[in-house]
């Protein structure tokens, strides 16, 4: 692999799956030429599951600024959108080196995403009642071309943006404002980790999070408890939560967390490598980074 240039003047985007060294690599690069760690992971943006969704520790932020990491309430929602416009200041101070595993947030930062309004509670509820033939037959033609038909929630959000505003998911995102990041102005790393690498990882990762504490944080979040908010979708919580209530016993729990994980694992892999063919493959373990990546 020839090496990458890591250049000092530009942004960093590092994505990858599950467990597959992003933070690590973040926080190395700022401790090498400086910056800020920034956030791109839908989960980590909560307060509540820290140890859970591998936030990084009290000793990662005191070598680097993080930024974008539980700072929203658990008990709240939080679209791409939001994202978008929290990360838009960071962008035009220190050179921002942004990570995480959630595919959305890093192509609208370098694509774009067209400004539609939210969907009301209203519309919402009336899309929850109607079978996916019925969603779909509602659709333009154009928009269902763009749109994977099979996937029940890109149907259903392709219906809302409809009967919300009155016009076509295809023709809001032909008024897709200007990326924030256009990918030719940044250093775009994609951690490449094979099956057979990674899956041992995942599996230690889940006796890592019990030694640091992650029973007593799901305890900490068992009084407060609904499966409905969007931060309860973490891999882990719902079989956590069941641990407490006594329905599930802790071998039990952590089989689940394993098997949710690898299948995590395996659908970024197949995102990322529809995605983001543009970017630079990184494969792991990477070994010297000094080999790969030139600073």
Same mark, same amino acid.
């Given at each position: 692999?020839?090496p990458?240039?890591?250049?000092p003047?530009?942004?960093v985007l590092?994505a990858?799956?599950?467990a597959s =060294?992003? #933070?690590?690599?973040?926080?190395m ?5 400086g910056?800020?760690?920034? *956030?791109a992971?839908?989960l980590q ?5 820290r ?16 930024h974008l990491?539980?700072h929203?309430?658990? $008990?709240?929602?939080?679209s791409v =959108? ?6 838009k200041?960071l962008? #035009? ?8 595993g959630? +595919? ?13 309004p939210?969907?009301?509670?209203e519309?919402?509820s009336a899309?929850d009642?109607l079978?996916l033939?019925?969603?779909l037959?509602q659709l333009d033609?154009?928009?269902a ?5 099979k *996937?029940r929630?890109?149907v259903?959000?392709?219906?809302e ?6 016009? #076509?998911?295809?023709?809001w995102?032909d008024?897709t ?6 990918? @030719? ?9 094979p099956?057979?690498?990674l ?8 006796d890592?999070?019990?030694a640091?504490?992650?029973?007593e944080?799901a ?6 408890w609904d499966?409905t908010?969007p931060? #309860?979708?973490?891999? =882990? @919580?719902?079989e956590l939560?069941e641990?407490l209530? +006594?329905?599930l ?5 952590k089989?689940a967390?394993?098997? @949710?994980?690898?299948?995590?694992a395996?659908r970024?892999r197949?995102?990322f *490598?529809?995605?983001?063919? $543009?970017?630079?493959k990184v494969?792991m373990p990477?070994?010297d980074?000094?080999?790969?990546l030139?600073f």
């Open positions: 692999m020839a990458i240039d890591i250049s003047d530009k942004p590092i990858g799956p599950t =060294g992003k #933070s690590a690599l973040a926080l690069i700022a401790q090498r030429q910056g800020i760690v920034v *956030n992971d839908a943006v909560f307060d509540g599951w140890i859970l969704t591998a936030r990084p520790n009290a000793a990662d932020t005191k070598h680097a600024p993080h990491y539980g929203v309430p658990h $008990d709240q929602s939080y =959108g939001h994202w978008l416009r929290d990360v200041p962008l #035009s101070g220190q050179r921002p080196i942004i990570v995480g959630t +595919g959305l947030y890093f192509s609208a930062l370098t694509e774009g995403l067209a400004d539609i939210a969907t009301s509670a519309v919402r899309a009642a079978p033939p019925e969603l037959s033609a154009r928009t071309q763009q749109i994977d038909t *996937n929630a890109r259903q959000r392709a219906w943006v409809l009967n919300q505003t009155g016009q #076509s998911l295809a023709d995102q008024q404002p200007p990326p924030l990041v256009p990918l @030719a102005s940044a250093t775009a790393l994609l951690l490449d980790a099956k057979d690498w899956t041992p990882r995942i599996e230690q990762r889940f890592l999070m019990v640091q504490g992650v029973m944080e305890r900490a979040m068992h009084a407060n499966p908010h931060s #309860s979708k973490a891999i =882990g @919580a719902p939560m641990f209530n +006594g329905t016993s802790f071998d039990q729990v089989e967390v394993i098997i @949710a994980t690898r299948q995590y395996k970024q197949t995102w *490598n529809k995605r983001m063919r $543009d970017w630079h494969t990477m070994g980074a000094v080999d790969v030139k």
